[in-house]
């Protein structure tokens, strides 16, 4: 069974920088995406970033030149480094894989981790 397991989320203030990480449990060499999305109280769930099997990104508007996704397929782990960051980014954030993890493919989530920017 697939799993992802994300790890980098905490309390930081604003202007403050995270990087979250986000552990596949097989190879994402194969994936068609991977992407972060995010979760505010009260609101429903945004893409935040995203990247192509091929390597393409695109991100939200209100992340664009604060927050870079990359990838590191020998260790399975997808990254979200955010600088610049603002309380309105204040979030549960999600790791999402589609396509084939390993051999499996379907549409997968990690269980979230939370972030906290205080201003």
């Known amino acids: 069974q697939v799993q992802l397991v994300e790890s980098g989320g905490g309390l930081v203030q604003a202007g403050g920088s995270l990087r979250l990480s986000c552990a596949a449990s097989?190879?994402?060499?194969?994936?068609?995406?991977m992407g972060w999305f995010r979760q505010a109280p009260g609101k429903q769930r945004e893409l935040a970033a995203r990247m192509s099997g091929g390597g393409s990104t695109n991100y939200a508007e209100s992340v664009k030149g604060r927050f870079t996704i990359s990838r590191d397929n020998a260790k399975n782990t997808v990254y979200l480094q955010m600088n610049n960051l603002k309380p309105e980014d204040t979030a549960v954030y999600y790791c999402n894989a589609h396509g084939y993890v390993g051999t499996l493919f379907g549409d997968y989530w990690g269980q979230g981790t939370q972030v906290t920017v205080s201003s």
């Open positions: 097989e190879s994402i060499s194969r994936v068609n995406a």
